[in-house]
């Protein structure tokens, strides 16, 4: 006998379960692969989050430079420093330095407390003390 | 047949339940087989089963229709032949992937089970043959199962196991070579001289 042959007498075993084969198809055909309508719904869904949040992502990457860009900093800190340098009870101390780096120093005296204030070349409020008299 | 098949399964890429029943009703007899011989435990050849038909459903999407008439076939066979493989890496840990209760319920699946395993018992032919064919290297296991029983072509082999067709057929020749030296020894008891 030759090896094709022995696979032969071996190969007409053909088995069926019973019910199997439906229940599986039921199954199958209940998938969510057939649900169409969900599924573009999907897509569409998440096409547009997706795009949303990358624009999100986008304009939000674009927008924290902005806020720490000097110049906003500068303005509003020019603006803290302009108000406060015309206040009657804020006096200007000159120039100093504050840990290093070269400082304009303010003044405020306010019921018995002084507010020293150092704020750096752009005007950009660096550091604050508060001495009870 | 085979244009049959490529338009059965574009209607089943654009969701048609029609076609893919067709194209179930066509393929599950063959899968139920293949696995079965491979594994001999029916319960175990219905979940690869399941798993395959399922894996089949899940990826439909990605098929592409190519590499000559064998394709779909070809498919699904790797797919049933890596459920195949996987079963024999987990042996008795595999598991039906399919998570629904009405399917679970087993029925008269059991009995039948059980009828079908005492008859394959009898089949001397193929348990010694089954026997034989696990002392082989899985790639020389799969080979031989889809050549002898499944009655494929080297060309569509190579497409199932991503092998070169002329490494499948020099892989053929070794395993029937090894095959025969094996039954040599182990079926003599049973079929003589081979």
Redesign the interface.
């Known amino acids: 006998?030759?090896?094709?042959e022995?696979?032969k007498?071996?190969?007409?075993?053909?088995?069926?379960?019973?019910?199997?084969?439906e229940?599986?198809?039921?199954?199958?055909?209940?998938?969510e692969?057939?649900d169409?309508e969900q599924k573009e719904y999907w897509d569409w869904k998440l096409t547009f989050s997706s795009l949303a949040f990358s624009a999100m992502i986008i304009v939000f990457s674009y927008s924290v430079p902005a806020v720490g860009n000097s110049n906003v900093a500068v303005d509003e800190s020019k603006g803290l420093y302009t108000s406060l340098e015309k206040s009657n009870n804020v006096s200007s101390l000159g120039a100093g330095d504050y840990n290093g780096e070269s400082a304009n120093i303010l003044q405020m005296v306010e019921d018995g407390t002084e507010t020293t204030m150092y704020f750096n070349n752009r005007n950009v409020l660096i550091h604050s003390e508060v001495n009870n008299k | 047949m085979d244009t049959d098949i490529e338009i059965l399964v574009k209607k089943a890429q654009e969701?048609d339940?029609e076609a893919?029943?067709k194209l179930?009703d066509l393929y599950?007899?063959k899968v139920?087989?293949y696995t079965?011989?491979r594994v001999l435990n029916?319960e175990y050849?219905?979940d690869i089963?399941?798993n395959t038909?399922?894996k089949v459903?899940?990826n439909?999407d990605q098929f592409e229709w190519r590499n000559g008439p064998f394709s779909f076939n070809g498919w699904i066979f790797k797919i049933a032949t890596n459920e195949v493989n996987q079963y024999f890496r987990k042996q008795n840990r595999y598991k039906l992937t399919?998570d629904?209760p009405?399917?679970k319920e087993l029925?008269?699946?059991n009995k039948?089970?059980e009828e079908?395993e005492k008859?394959?018992d009898n089949?001397k032919?193929?348990l010694?043959?089954n026997k034989a064919i696990k002392q082989l290297k899985p790639i020389y296991q799969d080979i031989?199962h889809l050549k002898?029983?499944e009655d494929m072509s080297y060309e569509e082999i190579s497409q199932v196991l991503n092998k070169n067709e002329s490494t499948i057929r020099v892989y053929s020749k070794r395993a029937?070579e090894e095959?025969?030296l094996i039954?040599e020894v182990d079926a003599s008891n049973f079929?003589?001289n081979?």
């Open positions: 006998m030759t090896i094709e022995l696979f007498k071996a190969n007409n075993e053909r088995i069926e379960l019973n019910g199997h084969k229940r599986l198809k039921t199954v199958l055909l209940k998938n692969y057939f169409i | 969701k339940k893919f029943t179930f599950y007899d139920l087989n079965f011989r029916a050849a219905k089963t399941s038909f399922l459903l899940k439909l399919i629904d009405d399917f029925g008269d699946d039948v089970a079908i008859k394959i089949d032919y193929l010694i043959l031989l002898y029983f029937k095959l025969k039954l079929l003589g081979i």
